[in-house]
């Protein structure tokens, strides 16, 4: 029999990676192709003109549903009879020729020498660090965006993948695949988020002969699927939080068993995690709008809109059991992890082991957790998640993340073990190093999430360039997991977390004090960040106290936020607020007002920042030179860390005397007068020492241009000020800034006053409009919907009126502070004006 005849009804699996409008809706499915005509194995690019030439008739090709990623497949039964022809087209053809793969146990006997890791920033720089340990060498992968990015350049080798768009690189299995083949990887590192709990990747790793360095995919099946993991623990006697977790994703259906479980409801997607695709509904009639959203989020950020439904529990703790499983049947825990400071459902600081928990409660659920990886015969690292209602003392199981989770390095640091390590152990077929009986605690230990967020927003996502980036030194108490330098930018595409803090102590306390020491020590400047609000926590009684729940911020909002009870968003930007004291800014003003002075503009501009240069205080043709009686009048504004846009202009006159110090005069209320002198501190010419009123003190200074502003950030002590020195204060210079990325962004509309005026409280993508020109709104109500970083956010009116100048349409890139559109307000006893009576 011929090739020809033998292969003529040959059913292939192929995974379209990009393709044009015919083939949009199949992009990333992996599909079942008849045909008739030669068996083609390898690569074939181009789309299916070779095919063609080749004998193939692919005038018809339809969908196995069991094939599928999206589950039943009732919706991708279908028949095209378009053939697809498109140059972008990349497909694998297994060949039914080709010998099948070897089994698990033949492909663990070559130890892995090399691992593409497919993911970025810390978690890949994190893998590629152990790697190298172990002496075996990395590939990394990279978007448009990540070009330039420290994994990139950490790897030994590096494969470009495709556009910024995650779907179109980090999410694309066979581009990922094509990698791994291309540079002869024997083995593929997740890390977390993008494929690490995408069941269908994990397939085709094995399918390929690829090591997949995580759980097999039955595993990642039963426990990745928060429905079915669900099911799975209620068969095995774990008790589960009352909820619906079917199949059935019907609006109508799913709101009426939301009526049924009672109100308030959460709303997660049933693949994924890290807060996306999750919401809190606390009547009916939100639950529409919020299922909608949720869904949104899940199907961009996992490729699966489907949701499940479960009993929000109004005082609980969040508890996680770090579990490690191998091929020969061991499953072990490494204790459990408190992740209960959460905003918008999102972890922002873990510690390890739990506060307040005895000794019996560490065990029962310790048991849970490894007894949950039995049932699924799981491997490798994996974290089950507990709920804990704090008024009954008991823990329900949440779901089970199917990777290495973001906070593993807590568990590192308490336990003395390298989880990665372990993962590449387990992946080539190596009993677990340790059992459970030589597993010990020694210590405390927390994580920070460093984060580009603007806190007095509500936490929205921010994005921009670090333009000065400086991390707390590391030691083996400290840990700094990053995958940024300065000079980096924090995408809109990606996470906009920029590094994780890891601080370890003898106990709780000593931990503690670690973190808060070395969290004043972390300096960024160049976009908004949660530090501020990390050190406020940190020193809040009740965390100190180990009182911890997942509403700790919303409880404890008085003290954490104290600008933050207003809303000029109506979505948690900040009233202005000058809690801080004024007059301690000014007397900061005029200390960084010598700082610039002191300071060379090239040295406070380090390499890679690409940046403007910045100006000195002295700068603009003066004449001013050292040792010469000199006088300058200065202009700035402080940008407090917890005033949203709130400012307060400080003016100040300083003057050099031959004396070689510095008298400052700020003006206010009372007359602030300062005598400063002082020299550089060491290599670097951002840290100085200064001799202020006879008392000596260390700052270090940052100082850029940016968007057409001076801006200065001092930090002293454990605090932090901004400032700003408007164009009119200094002579102007132009940047690079000006003539590169951002000149559309300066033909943008920008405002932060105008009466009416509706602006985008962060850089993001616009997914929905609710409104039209001429429309009638009442305040909050919902005008659209953005979304940065794969989270949503609502936008609403912030005053009653008519809806006027909208500027924007779906799929519209919008910059933080855009104008999106105008609102009319209604006057008192004034008809409108389209009112015919």
Not at 187 to 210: D, R, T, W
Not at 631 to 639: A, L, V
Not at 761 to 768: L, N, T
Not at 773 to 800: I, W
Request: charged share 20%; hydrophobic share 35%; net charge negative.
């Amino acid at each position: 029999m011929s090739r020809k005849t033998a292969f003529a009804t040959q059913r292939l699996k192929v995974l379209l990676t990009q393709g044009n409008s015919s083939s949009e809706r199949w992009r990333g499915l992996p599909l079942a192709l008849s045909f008739t005509g030669y068996n083609y194995s390898g690569y074939i690019y181009g789309g299916f003109a070779p095919l063609a030439k080749n004998g193939f008739n692919f005038s018809t090709y339809d969908v196995e549903p069991s094939l599928t990623s999206g589950g039943s497949g009732k919706d991708l039964c279908t028949k095209l009879h378009q053939p697809v022809a498109s140059p972008c087209h990349v497909f694998r053809v297994p060949s039914a020729s080709l010998s099948s793969v070897s089994d698990a146990g033949d492909r663990r006997k070559k130890p892995i020498e090399k691992i593409l890791i497919a993911n970025r920033g810390e978690i890949a720089c994190r893998v590629i660090r152990t790697a190298k340990k172990l002496g075996i060498k990395t590939v990394a992968v990279y978007s448009d965006a990540d070009r330039f990015a420290m994994h990139v350049n950490d790897a030994d080798e590096a494969v470009h993948i495709g556009p910024a768009a995650a779907n179109l690189s980090y999410l694309s299995a066979w581009k990922i695949i094509a990698a791994a083949k291309a540079t002869k990887a024997e083995a593929i590192h997740p890390g977390y988020g993008f494929l690490s709990e995408n069941v269908q990747f994990a397939e085709l790793c094995k399918e390929e002969g690829i090591k997949f360095i995580g759980p097999p995919s039955p595993a990642i099946h039963a426990m990745g699927n928060k429905s079915v993991s669900k099911e799975v623990m209620t068969a095995a006697g774990v008790p589960v939080v009352p909820g619906y977790h079917g199949d059935n994703q019907d609006v109508n259906f799913l709101l009426t068993e939301a009526n049924r479980i009672g109100y308030p409801v959460l709303i997660k997607a049933t693949l994924g995690g890290g807060g996306k695709g999750m919401k809190i509904v606390y009547n009916e009639s939100e639950f529409l709008d919020c299922l909608s959203s949720a869904q949104r989020e899940a199907a961009a950020a996992f490729g699966d809109s489907r949701v499940l439904i479960e009993k929000y529990l109004t005082r609980p703790r969040h508890i996680e059991v770090q579990i490690f499983g191998d091929m020969h049947g061991n499953v072990v825990h490494l204790f459990e992890r408190d992740c209960s400071v959460q905003r918008r459902h999102q972890k922002i600081i873990e510690e390890a082991p739990a506060p307040g928990i005895s000794e019996k409660f560490r065990q029962q659920i310790g048991e849970a957790a490894v007894n949950a990886a039995k049932a699924v015969g799981y491997e490798s690292a994996g974290t089950v998640e507990f709920i804990v209602d704090t008024t009954t003392g008991k823990f329900y199981f949440m779901e089970m993340n199917t990777r290495l989770q973001v906070e593993h390095p807590v568990t590192e640091m308490v336990t003395g073990q390298d989880l990665v390590e372990w993962q590449i152990r387990v992946a080539n077929g190596e009993p677990l190093p340790l059992q459970q009986h030589q597993l010990q605690l020694s210590g405390h230990a927390f994580e920070a999430r460093i984060y580009a967020e603007n806190v007095p927003r509500g936490f929205l996502p921010a994005a921009g360039k670090l333009y000065h980036y400086n991390p707390p030194p590391v030691s083996t108490t400290v840990r700094v997991e990053t995958g940024v330098d300065e000079g980096d930018s924090v995408s809109v595409y990606y996470d906009p977390m920029i590094a994780k803090l890891v601080a370890w102590g003898n106990d709780r306390s000593a931990a503690l004090i670690k973190l808060h020491s070395s969290l004043s020590k972390f300096q960024i400047a160049g976009l908004p960040t949660n530090i501020s609000f990390l050190k406020t926590l940190a020193k809040h009684s009740a965390f100190v106290a180990g009182e911890v729940g997942t509403h700790f911020i919303e409880e404890h909002r008085e003290e954490l936020l104290p600008s933050a009870n207003h809303s000029s968003h109506e979505a948690g930007s900040a009233a202005p607020n000058m809690s801080e004291d004024p007059r301690v800014a000014q007397q900061a003003a005029a200390i960084a007002a010598v700082g610039m002075c002191l300071t060379p503009t090239d040295g406070l501009r380090k390499r890679g920042t690409g940046g403007g240069q910045a100006r000195s205080g002295w700068d603009g043709g003066s004449g001013f030179r050292l040792n010469h009686l000199y006088t300058r009048p200065m202009m700035m504004e402080w940008k407090p860390d917890t005033a949203g846009n709130a400012s307060l202009p400080i003016k100040l006159i300083a003057t050099y005397d031959k004396n070689s110090k510095f008298s400052v005069e700020v003006e206010g209320e009372e007359l602030l007068r300062l005598t400063v002198s002082g020299q550089n501190a060491g290599s670097s010419p951002q840290d100085l020492r200064l001799e202020i009123d006879d008392q000596v003190a260390s700052v270090s200074l940052a100082q850029y241009f940016q968007d057409g502003t001076n801006n200065i950030h001092l930090w002293r002590e454990d605090k932090h000020y901004h400032y700003t020195i408007p164009s009119l204060s200094l002579e102007r210079e132009e940047s690079d800034d000006e003539h590169g990325s951002d000149k559309n962004h300066h033909e943008q509309t920008y405002s932060t006053t105008a009466i009416g005026a509706v602006t985008a409280p962060m850089a993001g993508r616009v997914v929905k409009v609710f409104v039209e020109n001429g429309g009638r709104v009442k305040k909050g109500e919902p005008l659209l919907v953005l979304e940065a970083m794969k989270m949503e956010h609502v936008v609403r009116a912030p005053v009653e009126g008519l809806v006027d100048g909208t500027n924007v349409i779906v799929g519209q890139q919008v910059n933080d502070n855009m104008i999106l559109l105008q609102i009319k307000e209604r006057r008192q006893n004034v008809p409108d004006e389209e009112d015919d009576d």
